[in-house]
T-cell receptor
Framework: DGGITQSPKYLFRKEGQNVTLSCEQNLNHDAMYWYRQDPGQGLRLIYYSQIVNDFQKGDIAEGYSVSREKKESFPLTVTSAQKNPTAFYLC????????????FGEGSRLTVL | GENVEQHPSTLSVQEGDSAVIKCTYSDSASNYFPWYKQELGKGPQLIIDIRSNVGEKKDQRIAVTLNKTAKHFSLHITETQPEDSAVYFCAGPGGTSYGKLTFGQGTILTVHP
């Protein structure tokens, strides 16, 4: 079945460590997104990519980095510079930037110890 | 950028009752308004959307209404069932692009049997 796969589902990290969250889609979508979800704050956009080898900062990009070397993959690195990284991270994709439904993965829950 | 306010933050109803969730937005150029349902531990899923050229859209027990003059849109669920219990998010475009959605804060809907 087509869809978006995020891994790992749960991740623990110590302060000062970088961690990379994986996002893979087999929907042949051009656009991919990373959102952060905190209780009572909805979903906030971290980074998005409209096409391979291109990505743009969202509303809360500080302390995060991404790459888009392949159409199907959009990994997110949470760096040690992110001051409050404990959150639920959601990856999403869409056929195009202005086209089609936004599909979400199942999410990755990161806890910093 | 777009600002989307969602109310109420929690909503509790008896099975068979109706539920209404309302969102207001700030950008008068906004023209696409989706609603997402998120079940526990999962990613959000699109349940209905509306574009600015229509005032209402229905899909079985759910409907969305849009008032462009007042800049608000609402989700209506009739004949609620326990499986409707979830978190519901509204969203509006982050500017004129459909791609950069700005999400509301979410509504936790609980349907009591």
């Amino acid at each position: 079945d087509g869809g978006i796969t995020q891994s790992p589902k749960y991740l623990f990290r110590k302060e000062g460590q970088n961690v990379t969250l994986s996002c893979e889609q087999n929907l042949n979508h051009d656009a991919m997104y990373w959102y952060r979800q905190d209780p009572g704050q909805g979903l906030r956009l971290i980074y998005y990519s409209q096409i391979v080898n291109d990505f743009q900062k969202g509303d809360i990009a500080e302390g995060y980095s991404v790459s888009r070397e392949k159409k199907e993959s959009f990994p997110l690195t949470v760096t040690s510079a992110q001051k409050n990284p404990t959150a639920f991270y959601l990856c999403a994709s869409r056929q195009g930037m202005n086209t089609g439904e936004l599909f979400f993965g199942e999410g990755s829950r990161l806890t910093v110890l | 950028g777009e600002n989307v306010e969602q109310h109420p933050s929690t909503l509790s109803v008896q099975e068979g009752d109706s539920a209404v969730i309302k969102c207001t937005y700030s950008d008068s150029a906004s023209n696409y308004f989706p609603w997402y349902k998120q079940e526990l531990g999962k990613g959000p899923q699109l349940i209905i959307d509306i574009r600015s050229n229509v005032g209402e859209k229905k899909d079985q027990r759910i409907a969305v209404t849009l008032n462009k003059t007042a800049k608000h849109f609402s989700l209506h669920i009739t004949e609620t069932q326990p499986e409707d219990s979830a978190v519901y998010f509204c969203a509006g475009p982050g500017g004129t692009s459909y791609g950069k959605l700005t999400f509301g804060q979410g509504t936790i809907l609980t349907v009591h049997p």
